[in-house]
């Protein structure tokens, strides 16, 4: 019998700290903006779709990526953001998650020629999860304290590249004229821009962008390499949060820590890897793991766990139970549960933490603390003393549930 039932699990208050937008959306919606603003796509069916693009297992991360050229299209037009961050706020709520970090990489969305700033794209995104925020904590329910507050903050992410496919109209160009090698140059160039921009639109515009992220093809782009953009963020009281170790072992999230200040990691799936430590200088590598290991868990340094991304971009795992998490639990590392994309990974929150639960022996002390750890290490917006609040006030809801379910 499972530990856990699914009906408890979906109850409980959770969050999700390492969701992308551009991976999020409802394929009816997908549907209808493609068919609205002229997209090509394989097919205009769920499940044609299903079976051609957004799949339930993939050979690789590049079969993986492939459908975000259709979404990151839906989201060049400002309207079609504002309603599928609007949705993905709905879709949270709607299985008791009380926090999100959607992340989005904005240079994916602009489109300068068409008028489509970094700036605006920001804007149609607040204004949709706002929308949602305000709705929902003006319900009864949430006003006379039966359930807690929502809350998000947004991530803007920087890629590591942009690939030779116009995922970026805007930068893609810059592509054409330039020998492969110096691409680093140019998405350097753009994540600079970016961070910049995205602290000024914060500041001048009250827009809770929380952090910045690193997101894209891991190998040949090493995030020490964007030192310079983190150390911009770091300066200006922006949250940092680094994908590392998602196809890259242990070296990647040292770099992480060290050039990135990163106060999480994204996925940290190879953390534990020998064979992926690849720096000659480094004899030891039993040693370098177990002391990396030991230091992201003394400084509660988060890792947002993605169950169901990992298994399909990294087909090699095979059975869940072969799942990194098990160390990562096994040392007591801070850890969330988290999506990555729920429409390409075809998942939500209350999925992952089912996988978690019923593969893995999770007591419910452990599990409160994980719960506990996808508030308390957000990026939550407002000032410490009222994210502590906040955070308390969904602990304690956690409680009121569990009571409820006898757990
Ligand atoms: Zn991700």
Known sequence: MKKYSDAFIHDMPKSDLHLHLDGSLRIPTLIEMAKKNNIKMPSYTEEGLRELVFKSSYSNLGEYLHGFQYTCAALRDLENIERVAYELAIDNQNENVYYIEPRFAPQLMMDIETGLTMEKVFEAAYKGFERAKKEFNNRPEVKNGTRPEFHYGIISCAMRNFGPKGYSPYYSRFYKTMEYSKHIEVVKAAALQMVKAAVRIRDEKDIPIVSIDLAGQE?????????????????????????????????????????????????????????????????????????????VADKRTTIEVCLTSNLQTNPEIGDIKNHNVKHMLANRMSVTVCTDNRLVSDTTVSREFGLLLNNFDVQMKHLKDIVAYGFKKSFYPGAYIEKRNWAKRVMMHFDEVAKKHGV
Do not use: W
């Open 219 to 295: 190998a040949g782009y090493p995030c020490g390499k964007f030192h310079d953009v983190y150390a911009y963020a770091h300066k200006n009281f922006m949250h940092k949060t680094v994908h590392a170790g998602e196809a890259y072992g242990a070296e990647s999230i040292f770099q992480a820590i060290t050039e990135c200040y990163a106060d999480r990691i994204g996925h940290g799936y190879y953390l534990f890897d020998e064979d992926k430590v690849v720096d000659v200088k480094i004899d030891d590598t039993k040693k370098y793991i177990s002391d990396l290991v030991s230091f």
